[in-house]
């Protein structure tokens, strides 16, 4: 099965924005009022901020937004980073890399104001373990009044039937829908495309996995590496949220040593 690096590269980066609903900066808006409700802000624990798995880029100008400069916005997909880099503001730096162990290999321990994970990003990692250790490097990397919010899909309660297929988006020319075959770790995701050109439709497929992460996991995660869990509800586009602070004096659970 292909990873879902490989996925986004072959098939899903360029549908990405249209699936969103097209309009980055109204998503970015959207984003900076929710980041501030969950407590993302700059203040004493500084402006520097980092978004894992950045996409085209509401977050990163979400945060920007918000106050936060510089922003470090990182992404596997260069086709996404380039989509980015016609939105982005000075304070915004497209970085293309792997999300796990780029807060240790590009940050200082105790530097950063806010980490964000959003859209589902977590559960493409490919293992659960991984998800533990880029919690751990947040814990690390951030200030004491720092900010790490994470958004997932919730999918350790397998749908059934019909259930398991989704329609994602539908519009003159473009039709997405995905369906969802359960195994004990992981969620296979099978992505239909219809695409039209004048008369003539065209259907392009691909699956990719996802990891079952519970969210009362992802808080425990949080929680070992001693960060104090604030928000931890269901959030938009069924995502659960999860928004944990470094308190004064808290010592990260896995110390790591920075650049």
Known sequence: MTTASDHYDRLLAE????????????????????????????????TLAVDLGCGPGPQSLALAELGFSPVLAVDANRALLDELAHHARDA??????D????????????SLGA?????????????AQDVTEL?????????????????????????????RFLPVRATRDRIMTCFLEYGDETVTVHDLIHTRTGDTWRLRTGSYPKLRLGSAWVAAQCRAAGLR?????PGPRGLHVISAVKD????ARQRRTGP
């Open 229 to 233: 869990v604030t928000h931890d509800a």
């Open 92 to 97: 915004v730096r497209p970085l293309h890399a």
């Open 115 to 127: 980490v964000v994970c959003m859209g589902d990003t977590l559960t493409h990692l490919p293992r």
């Open 15 to 46: 549908h990405y924005t249209w699936m969103l609903g097209g309009d980055i900066a109204a998503l970015a808006s959207e984003q900076a009022r929710s980041l501030g409700g969950w407590g993302v802000r700059p203040g004493p624990a500084g």
């Open 135 to 163: 919690i751990a490097d947040a814990a690390v990397a951030l200030a004491e009044g720092g900010r790490l919010v994470l958004a997932h899909r919730d999918l350790t309660a397998p749908l059934t039937g019909d259930a």
């Open 248 to 251: 004064t004096g808290t010592d």
């Open 99 to 110: 999300i796990r162990g780029v807060l240790p290999e590009h940050t200082h321990p105790g």
